[in-house]
């Protein structure tokens, strides 16, 4: 279908994927931030302290995108003039031969041509069957619906379209500039009940500036492509409306802990919430990134770690994390190329209880020191991209057991270490667990996904020199 689509639209033989065409685009990203902060101390009482803090942030990005697109195929408007001219001169060589004979009493050949037109007469007579045969075959072009591949068969096409033309930055309806400047603080009151005891509470407010879409799938929001029609401008084909930057998010939080230490060893736990205000997504769909703003996230956790030393040589670690993150609100959001939204669902890739243990044993060999050391990491299940049963791509990823990710590692090493010389032999992912650390749809495979996996079982040896 390629090399006919070249023909009916005039290109010749080849023009189509030549080998050296392509694209050639430019990004730049000028960032000025400037950043005034400090903290102090206060003894409220001799257990008691204030702790204050603020931070000043001031943060100027200027952005360009360009491009040198030489394919041509990527730039055809199969949907618009490009297809009506392919399905108009297909059908015109589909049914002047007819046309021909019914008019001449002669097969449509090109001694039978040659016939016609030896004569002034008969070039007129082939001249006006061309015309009304092309305007009748145009008249039905313009009636089909372009878009509907059952009516124009060349929109399938699209789908090799991988490189389209970018709307350049900076352009009538967008300069290229984000400017944003906020004040953030945090304010804690810790309290000492012994001197193995504390306890504190913090309240903290934070603050990430505008994030640009540098990637080849940035692509204009709907009101810059509105001044831009409004404007007159001139538009590339192909183009569609989405993101080209994530606006800023602000977050705060408040946290209640304790810290508590002995001889054998401490425990410190907190209990926190989080919100989000604007959280920025940044989502990979295979062939770019689609940036987008959630309205609010926010999320209620359990931070706890303790650490044992039973004996002088031998120290046991235990640390847990439970979450709870949620998406209180996010509008138009990008789940594997599908637009959503995603309020009242969880993020993710943000498993709800992650634990930790790690245990180490200290020895001397041979007038060396060693040590033999393990660790072991369980993050529960988990939905590896957003969107929950409202996606489509994590339901038919869910028949392959590809939708979720669990994690259970094991590793663990033994070293010994003299005159500032370090042996280890290490084995990493001992159980030989498997799961995918992330997803996404494939390119130009609609229904197709493609993903990173963990790395598997390793075993190794290292020798280190410190001077």
Request: charged letters at 20%; zero cysteines; hydrophobic letters at 35%.
């Given at each position: 279908m390629i090399g006919g689509l070249e023909a009916l639209l005039g290109y010749p033989t080849g023009t189509f994927f030549e080998p050296g065409t392509g694209v050639l685009e430019t990004a730049t990203l000028d960032n000025e931030t400037y950043s005034v902060f400090g903290q102090a101390s206060f003894d409220l009482t001799p257990r008691t302290q204030l702790t204050l803090g603020f931070?000043?942030?001031?943060?100027?990005?200027?952005?360009?995108?360009?491009?040198?697109?030489?394919?041509?195929?990527?730039?055809?408007?199969?949907?618009?003039?490009?297809?009506?001219?392919?399905?108009?001169?297909?059908?015109f060589l589909g049914a002047f031969p007819g046309a021909f004979q019914a008019t001449?009493?002669?097969?449509?050949?090109?001694?039978?041509?040659?016939?016609?037109?030896?004569?002034p007469a008969g070039i007129a007579g082939l001249q006006q069957l061309q015309a009304a045969v092309l305007g009748q075959v145009a008249a039905a072009v313009a009636m089909a619906d372009l878009s509907n591949p059952a009516q124009n068969p060349f929109v399938g096409l699209q789908a090799l379209q991988f490189l389209p033309q970018m709307l350049e930055v900076p352009n009538?309806?967008?300069?290229?500039?984000?400017?944003?400047?906020?004040?953030?603080?945090?304010?804690?009151?810790?309290?000492?009940f012994s001197d193995q005891f504390n306890m504190y509470l913090t309240y903290a407010t934070g603050y990430k500036a505008t994030s640009w879409n540098l990637s080849r799938d940035t692509r204009p929001t709907q009101a810059e492509y509105d001044t831009l029609v409004a404007a007159g401008a001139a538009l590339p084909n192909n183009l569609t409306i989405g993101t080209r930057l994530a606006g800023p998010e602000e977050s705060e939080v408040l946290e209640l802990g304790i810290k508590y230490r002995a001889d054998w060893g401490y425990i410190n736990a907190a209990i926190f919430n989080?919100?989000?205000?604007?959280?920025?997504?940044n989502v990979f769909t295979g062939a770019g990134f689609n940036?987008?703003?959630?309205?609010?996230?926010?999320?209620?956790?359990?931070?706890?770690?303790?650490?044992?030393?039973?004996?002088?040589?031998?120290?046991?670690?235990?640390?847990?994390?439970?979450?709870?993150?949620?998406?209180?609100s996010f509008v138009g959001a990008n789940v594997g190329g599908e637009s959503s939204?995603?309020?009242?669902?969880?993020?993710?890739?943000?498993?709800?209880?992650?634990?930790?243990?790690?245990?180490?044993?200290?020895?001397?060999?041979?007038?060396?020191?060693?040590?033999?050391?393990?660790?072991?990491?369980?993050?529960?299940?988990?939905?590896?991209q957003d969107g929950g049963d409202l996606s489509e791509s994590n339901i038919l990823l869910e028949s392959t057991n590809s939708r979720t990710r669990e994690?259970?590692?094991?590793?663990?090493?033994?070293?010994?270490?003299?005159?500032?010389?370090?042996?280890?032999?290490?084995?990493?992912?001992?159980?030989?667990?498997?799961?995918?650390?992330?997803?996404?749809?494939?390119?130009?495979?609609?229904?197709?996904?493609?993903?990173?996996?963990?790395?598997?079982?390793?075993?190794?040896?290292?020798?280190?020199?410190?001077?």
């Open positions: 931070n000043y942030l001031d943060d100027e990005k200027d952005v360009t995108l360009s491009q040198v697109n030489d394919d041509v195929f990527s730039q055809l408007a199969l949907d618009g003039v490009d297809g009506a001219t392919a399905l108009t001169n297909a059908g001449f009493g002669l097969p449509f050949t090109p001694e039978n041509t040659a016939l016609i037109t030896s004569t009538l309806a967008n300069n290229g500039s984000s400017q944003d400047d906020k004040f953030t603080y945090t304010a804690s009151i810790s309290h000492d989080q919100t989000i205000e604007g959280f920025q997504s940036l987008a703003n959630a309205g609010e996230q926010s999320v209620d956790g359990v931070e706890i770690d303790v650490m044992l030393r039973p004996t002088e040589n031998l120290s046991l670690g235990i640390s847990g994390t439970y979450l709870d993150p949620f998406y209180d939204d995603l309020s009242g669902t969880k993020p993710g890739g943000i498993p709800e209880l992650t634990l930790s243990f790690v245990t180490s044993y200290d020895f001397s060999i041979m007038g060396m020191d060693a040590w033999i050391q393990a660790d072991y990491r369980y993050d529960k299940e988990v939905d590896i994690v259970g590692l094991l590793n663990a090493s033994i070293g010994i270490a003299k005159n500032g010389w370090e042996f280890r032999v290490w084995g990493r992912n001992l159980t030989n667990d498997e799961y995918l650390i992330t997803w996404f749809p494939s390119v130009a495979q609609t229904g197709s996904f493609s993903g990173y996996p963990n790395q598997p079982r390793m075993w190794g040896a290292s020798i280190k020199k410190s001077f």
